[in-house]
């Protein structure tokens, strides 16, 4: 069983930082890509920022420049480095991996439970 676990979210400050960490574990032979959505309330969830494991990445136009995704492929871990946070960033953020479980295996979507992350002065 394969599960993904998030850890970082809070409350802060408009301007202020805060890191999201997310583990991977179970019976995994890849994960690729590996990366991060959010959900606000009242909002459908999207897209934040995805990293595969050839080390493309893919981000919202709305973090750019802002969040900084980073990946250990050997631990199969996610980071999410955020700066400059603004009230809109506020949302649950899910950590997500498209995992196969050997090299034959077809890849499945996981999600973590999901962090709260609020920006609020």
């Known amino acids: 069983q394969v599960q993904l676990v998030e850890s970082g979210g809070g409350l802060v400050q408009p301007g202020g930082s805060l890191r999201l960490s997310c583990a991977a574990s179970?019976?995994?032979?890849?994960?690729?890509?590996m990366g991060w959505y959010r959900q606000a309330p009242g909002k459908q969830r999207e897209l934040v920022a995805l990293l595969t494991s050839g080390g493309s990445t893919n981000y919202a136009d709305s973090v750019k420049g802002r969040f900084t995704i980073s990946r250990d492929n050997a631990k199969n871990t996610v980071v999410l480095q955020m700066n400059s946070l603004k009230p809109e960033d506020t949302a649950v953020y899910y950590c997500y991996g498209s995992i196969r479980s050997s090299w034959y295996a077809v890849a499945n979507d996981y999600w973590g439970q999901g962090t709260q992350v609020t920006v609020s002065s």
């Open positions: 179970g019976v995994i032979f890849s994960i690729n890509p």
